[in-house]
């Protein structure tokens, strides 16, 4: 089973940056990675994900132009950089990981068919 940590949250005012950053361990090469949010009374929500093995990327449209996914395959570790914060970015963050061999699901929302989560990360924004 794939294991994530997560880390890089913080409080940053709204238009600043963070770096999100997750350690994997375990055979992640036929999974895609993904970040997921969830904010206090909202549902959980797929933020971005990518495709290990190919590299196709998902972004949710409230975050296009924003936020940036990106992985370092030789260290088995994701990235979310955040640009542009907005308050209604603030939630916790986790990176989530489910097998697609082929990669061809490397963008589903069904939060449940994730196998793998991490402990989450707090982001804040304030305003």
């Known amino acids: 089973q794939v294991q994530l940590v997560e880390s890089g949250g913080g409080l940053v005012q709204a238009g600043g940056s963070l770096r999100l950053s997750c350690s994997a361990s375990?055979?992640?090469?036929?999974?895609?990675l993904a970040w997921w949010r969830q904010a206090p009374g909202k549902e959980r929500e797929l933020v971005a994900s990518i495709a290990w093995n190919g590299g196709r990327i998902y972004y949710t449209d409230s975050v296009k132009g924003r936020f940036i996914i990106s992985s370092d395959n030789t260290k088995s570790t994701l990235f979310l950089q955040m640009d542009s914060l907005k308050p209604e970015d603030t939630a916790r963050y986790y990176c989530a990981a489910h097998r697609t061999p082929y990669g061809e699901d490397y963008n589903n929302a069904d939060g449940q068919i994730y196998e793998s989560w991490g402990q989450g990360t707090q982001v804040t924004v304030s305003s």
């Open positions: 375990g055979r992640i090469s036929e999974h895609a």
